[in-house]
């Protein structure tokens, strides 16, 4: 009985997914679902970012954060004493 339960556990795919990806820096490349290199709203409230974060990162407020945008408002978050989100 041992035995087939083991390779029936084994053997059931659902059980080998893969954990979702763990840090904020992760689950936001991730969350670049047409792999573009920058994010739509979509794609930033996806990876679990504040609305607000979108509005003050998106520079040239053209609906999407680029990576220089995030740099640089990673950048003036710390100039003005806030704790960017961890990467």
Known sequence: MRLFLALA??????????????????????ADANKDGKWSKEEWLAAGR???GFAMIDADKDGFVTQPELMEGMKR?????????PQ
Do not use: K, N
């Open 77 to 85: 978050m710390q100039a003005m004493g806030m704790t960017p989100p």
């Open 9 to 30: 556990l084994l053997a059931t795919p659902a059980l080998a997914q893969t954990a979702p990806p763990a840090s904020p820096r992760e689950r936001l490349i991730a």
């Open 50 to 52: 504040r609305d607000m």
